[in-house]
Structure formats: C-alpha cells, structure tokens
C-alpha cells in the first residue's frame, strides 16, 4: 500500500513531483500545449504556471526527468529542473525581463513616428519612400524579433498564436512596400511602412504591459519568502571548555534541535519551542490575532512571528518546508495555479483565425490568378487579405482597456493587476473579509475606558499609563498613547516590576499600582468584571482592588459598516474569517453588519485557504479582501483577490486587485470597475474580430485594396482605444 505524504514532493510510493523552469512560453496557449504534451505520457500529471514560468509535474517511476525535459523541448521550449531550496529563501530561477520589451517598444515608437510623418505629409521628394523604408527596417527586423521567433517556433510545430497573427500582418506589410518600392510600383500604388512600423510599436507596447502584470503577479512568492528571517543566532557549546556561544548562521544550516536566540524586534527564524524567556509574540502576519499573544517556557512559536519585547531561546522543532510559515508560500503556490485569464479567448480563437487567414489568402490568390490572369493582381489581393486581418485591433482590445481602467483605478484608489483578475468579477457572489487591518485598523488602542464610582476615568487612565510607561508590551504602549492623546501628564513612577503575561506593578508617589490581569486583585467590583467587551481588558487598581478598567482593541474603520450594508445590499453574501477568538469577531461582526452564521473565528492561514475552498466547491464565485501575510494564501486561491493597501507588501502582491484607501468602500469600487473593465475589453475584442471576419471577405473579392486595408486597419484600432477610453468616467461618485 502506498503512503500519501505532501503533494509537492511525493504523492506515493511509485509517484514523484518535480518543478520545471520554463523558457519561451509568450501566452496562456503556450501553456496549455506544455501541460497537453506532458500529459500525453502516461502517468504523467502536469501543471504549468505561466506567470512564475514553472511547471509543477507528477511522474510515476517509469518516466525519468530527462523525458519530462526532452517533451517539453520537442513541444517548441526550454525546461530546466529547478533545485529543492528552502521555502523561505527566493526563488532562483530568472523571471521574465521586460526591460528588453521595453527597449524594443521606445524604439518602435520612436521610429514610427518618424515613419508616419513622412508617409502622411505632404513630402513629395523621390528619397522619401527610401527613408521610410530605412527607418522601418530595424523595426520590422530587431524590434519585432520577439513576435517573429515566436511564430518560427510555433510554426516548427504546426501550431499559432497571436505573435503568428502579428508576425504576418508586420511582415506582410513590410514585404508588399519592399517589393513595391524596389519594382518602381510607388507611382501608382502606396507605401505601408508606416503600417507595419505602427503595428509592432503599438502591439511591443502592449505586451510590455502584459509582461509587467506577469512580473508583479509572480513577485507575490518572492515577496512572502523575502518576509521571513535570513540568518539566525545558534548557541552552541564549546567542546573544550563547555562554554556557551553564540554563532550566527545561514537560515539553511538550521536544524532541528538546535537551540536559537530570538532579540526583541527579531522576527522568529523558525518553528520552535520557547525553553528560556518571557515575551510578547506579534502573530498578526502568520495568524491574524489582533493582539500580541505573551509567551513563556513551554510555548510554542511560528516561523515569521515578530518578538516585541522579551529575549527568547528557543528550540527549533521545524524547519525548511515543514513550517507553518513555508506552508503558506506552499498554499499560495498551489492557488496561483490555474488562475483565469481573459487573454486567452484571443488565444484560442487565433489559434484557429491563423491558419484559416492563411488558407484563404491561399485560396484567393490561386482564384484571382486563374480568374485574372495576372499573378501580380492575384498577389495584391492576397496581400491585402493579409493585411486587413493583421491583429492590431486584436492586440490592443485587451492591453488598452487594460491601461485606461487600471489608470481611472489608480485615481479612485483601485490598482487592478492584470487582465486576469477580470474573469469572474461580474459572477461574484461571495465576499469573504479578513477582520485585523480590513474591517479593523489593524492599530491596537484603548477603545473602552471604565472606573468605579467616585473615581474619575482620567485618574484610571493616568494611573495605568504610568505603570505601563515602564513596559515594551504593545498594551502597555496603547495606554500610554491614550493617555498622551488626552493631554495627561504622566507621572514618575518608582519600583518598577513587570509581570510577565500578567501585567506590571509601580510605585506612583506612595501608592503601589497594579495594572494587568483580573486574578492580580484580590477584588474586581461587579460594575467591572461583568462589563462586556470586545478585546483585551486590564484592570487598574491598589490596596487589592481593582479600580478601574481598560479595554484594548482593534477600532472597526468608520466606512466598514457602510461598505459592508452595501455590498450586502447588492445582493453580496459577506463572511468574516479572523485569526481571533469568537467573541471579538462576532462583536465585530455585530457592528459591521454581518450574519454570525457567517462568522469564522480562530483560524489560522490553512484554515482561511480551506474555507474559500469550501465555499467554491459549494458552487459560489468568492473575492477575498485582507491585509496579512496570513491572508495570501486566501486572496490567491479566491476567483478575485483584494488587499487593502495599508496592509503587508505580501498580501499587496499576492493580490489581483489592491485597494489604496485603508477603507472597504473601495470594494463595491473596485468590482464595478472590473466589471465594467472586463466588459470593455470583451467589446473590443468583439469588434477585432467581427472586423476581421466582415473585412476578409471584402479584400477577397477584390473590393479593397492595400491603401483600404491599412485604413481600415487603422480605423479599428482607434475604434478599440476610444471604446477603451470610456473607462476613464468609470466609478465615479
């Protein structure tokens, strides 16, 4: 019987997983042949990502890597094995640079320009079509490259993509205008230089913007491994002397056993067990908790916590892949695969479009050549079939939309990644919250303030926050703040005694002042122990009793209740997932407007990944709103992710969509802007092909020629970029 163990490294007994590094993949088909290739062994389960440029293959024993390695080379591609590396160090393999697109695209720009200035003004000297010429060789030739060798290679293997769609159009139009100006034809006919230099300017550009989203949305790994420690102090014991010392090493050689120091401000460098010290645990980023947990001997502490006061030793019971901290990267590996992508619906139709361009262009040049006579009128009509059905149209619908919506975003405070995150947008039907730093401001203060009668709140404030001046706990810091917010002159304090995960004591004047715990006083008055609050009380008394009381808590953002009763009322279903206890997320929830049936308490990273799960499974269309980097994994697995702004750089690029603005009123925001961007660029790409496919027959018949078709050609772009430009009133107020 086989033995499951983790899917990322092996599957069973005779069933092994490999990643792959990916070269020369330009678009989702490219892909989609890789994983139907590899498929095609038997045994062989495969999953290619083309965003991270990683193949992630399951392979029985029969088949070795070197197989898996020549498939995807004889599919038109490079493969290499990627090395196992710590799941907290990044990823080693080269991302895409866009840099190169970019160099490409300036120069294409710049050179059209030129080209259309001479092709469109009235220049009539006999060097001009020579210039033209000139200064569209080197974009045809170099600034095309990447279009051209990724048809050559596609075409090596019977297959088409949109670079086959525009490495014709460019060519075609490039080649007519040669043979056109080297045969004397220029009197009579016309030039399209400019179209073919105009073209490659306009798709380079485009595809630079697609290859930025591509970079941005793959950085989101590299950001979640960059979070955790890279090097950690290990004690170690002198064989000699028996002495204790400290080595700093590589967070790779740690292992298991080993006993680490963890300094305040550090962040935890592994999954361990606290053997000596006292301390408070900063848990927001790998657990949601609100509040910093205290921690003593015997407990336990995950990989990517923060220490924020206490020094710690602590013995390492996990590390590399098994911490809880990696698991997370695992989980938002595992949920960026397969994410939709619009883009691929001109994909898939060009796969088709190209060689049935071809066939026709064939089939009426043989017509006209038999019907004619003339091998040079058959050779201008196919030529100009060629070229009315150049893709420019096509390249833009999706790149263009894309600029105009994510720029109206950016100026209403909604950063939108990629044509990817669009799909599911208008079937969303299930929003699912992350409280610490989305509903809440993430920021812990007092919010609840009580004191016994006869005693003023001021005194009790006061009072606390000078026995807490002598703390680093982040409570202790939330008091101190109030009191100075309120104007409150704190006073000295003497004898200073911190009690560790219980509170503090110090002399005031004459006075011992206890701040801390219920179970610190020997009385707590009925008026404040049965107060009912939502997050972490201390009590402030002397003599024994209890004088006082303070709540601190995460404060619910003003516009969250508003946000959330919107959102609800467009028929939204909102559910709240919370690395915090039960009672403070369904107060918060009570506040905010949401069903307790749809409150999620005390989960941690894997449970928030495994409730999205749950929910699509059930058939619902999820967006995930968060701020952490316990929420990554969540936002990546969900059909739309959403961070807000203020929260980690982890959960910002993990995310499809980021809200600038610390407030949910951008969510309702920003789905009406993907929505509506998602529906532009379906229109766009409705026309490109409705033009195409009312055009082809037109240039076959011989109703247009060359000039025509490069006018129209034109027309459809400008058609694309003003229906594009409509975005720019979107989501207005």
């Known amino acids: 019987m086989s033995t499951a163990t983790d ?20 678009c989702a088909s490219c892909s989609a042949r890789i994983e139907r290739n590899l498929g095609k062994i038997e045994g062989v389960e495969a999953s290619v990502n083309l965003a991270t440029e990683k193949a992630t293959v399951r ?20 493969a290499t094995v990627i090395e196992p590396e710590s799941r907290l160090a990044p990823p080693t393999h080269t991302p895409i640079a866009r840099a190169d697109l970019q160099r490409r695209a300036i120069v294409a720009g710049a050179l059209a320009l030129v080209v259309v200035v001479l092709a469109m003004g009235p220049w009539d000297f006999a060097a001009n079509p020579w210039l033209q010429w000139l200064l569209t060789t ?46 004397g034809g220029g009197q009579d006919g016309h030039y399209y230089f400019e179209t073919a230099a105009v073209i490659t300017a306009f798709l380079l550009g485009g595809r630079w913007l697609e290859a930025r989203s591509k970079d941005e949305g793959r950085s989101a790994l590299t950001d979640l491994m960059d979070v955790g420690s890279k090097g950690v102090a290990v004690q170690r014991i002198d064989s000699r002397t028996r002495a204790t010392t400290e080595v700093l090493l590589p967070l790779d050689e740690l292992q298991v056993g080993d006993h680490f120091i963890v300094r305040p401000g550090e962040k935890v460098a592994t999954d361990g067990l606290i053997i000596d010290g006292t301390s408070s645990i900063d848990t927001s980023l790998v657990t949601g908790e609100s509040v910093p947990v205290d921690v003593r001997s015997g407990d336990t502490v995950d990989a990517g916590t923060v220490n924020t006061s206490g020094r710690l030793i602590v013995e390492a019971t996990a590390v590399g892949s098994d911490t809880t901290y990696s698991q997370i990267v695992r989980l938002v590996e595992q949920a960026q695969t ?55 149209a096509l390249g833009l619908a999706t790149p263009m939309a894309l600029l105009v919506g994510t720029s109206r975003g950016a100026q209403r405070g909604v950063l939108i990644k990629g044509p990817q995150v669009l799909e599911d947008t208008r079937r969303i039907d299930t929003l699912v919250l992350d409280k610490t ?109 209890a004088r006082g009381a303070l709540t601190v808590a995460d404060e619910v953002r003003e516009t969250s209740g508003d946000a959330i009763r919107a959102l609800r009322a467009e028929g939204l279903q909102v559910w709240l997932l919370s690395g915090d ?14 069903d307790p049936e749809h409150v999620v308490a005390d989960v941690r990273p894997q449970d928030k990944h495994d409730v999205i799960e749950r929910l699509q499974q059930e058939g619902r269309v999820v967006a995930m709103v968060g701020d952490g980097v316990n929420d990554a994994a969540a936002i990546v ?95 207005d107020d």
């Open 138 to 183: 080197p974009v045809v030739a170099w600034a095309a490259w990447p279009f051209h060798r990724s048809a050559y290679l596609n075409a090596r293997h019977l297959a088409s993509t949109m670079d086959t769609l525009v490495s014709l159009g460019v060519s075609a139009a490039y080649l007519w205008s040669f043979v056109t100006l080297v045969t």
């Open 581 to 594: 206890n039960e009672h403070n997320a369904t107060t918060i929830a009570a506040q905010v407007g949401i």
């Open 437 to 545: 730093g989305t509903i809440t401001t993430g920021i812990a203060q007092v919010t609840d303030l009580a004191a016994s009668p006869g005693l003023h709140p001021a005194a009790v404030l006061t009072a606390a926050a000078a026995v807490e001046s002598g703390s680093e706990h982040p409570i202790a810091r939330a008091i101190v703040r109030r009191a100075l917010d309120k104007g409150i002159k704190i006073p000295a304090i003497r004898d200073f005694d911190n009690l560790p995960g219980a509170g503090a004591v110090a002399t005031i004047k004459d006075t011992r002042v206890t701040v801390g715990r219920a179970d610190l006083f020997d009385e707590v008055p009925a008026e404040l122990s049965t107060l009912e609050r939502s997050g972490t009380t201390v009590f402030v008394g002397w003599d024994g009793i």
């Open 7 to 26: 899917p990322l490294l092996e599957t069973a007994a005779d069933v092994h997983s490999v990643d792959l590094a990916i070269t020369g993949m330009t």
């Open 637 to 731: 697995k969900a059909d739309l992710g959403m961070a807000m702004g203020t929260g980690t750089d982890v959960a910002m690029e993990s995310a499809d969509i980021v809200l600038v603005h610390a407030d949910l009123e951008s969510v309702p925001r920003a789905i009406a802007l993907s929505r509506e961007t998602l529906k532009v660029i379906k229109q766009n790409l409705g026309w490109a092909f409705g033009y195409n496919i009312a055009a082809i027959p037109l240039a076959m018949a011989g109703l247009l020629n060359p000039m025509i078709a490069g006018a129209a050609m034109a027309l459809s772009s400008v058609l694309v970029v003003l229906n594009s430009l409509r975005l720019r009133g979107a989501i």
């Open 338 to 392: 397969g994410k939709a992508d619009v883009q691929r619906l001109a994909d898939r139709v060009s796969a088709v479009f190209v060689p049935v361009v071809l066939g026709l262009a064939l089939l009426t040049f043989i017509g006209w050549w038999i019907g004619s006579g003339s091998a040079t009128t058959a050779i201008g009509v196919a030529v100009t079939v060629l070229i009315i059905a150049c893709p420019c």
């Open 59 to 78: 392979h029985p024993d029969s088949v070795d890597v070197d197989q898996l390695i020549a498939t995807v080379e004889s599919s038109g591609y490079g």
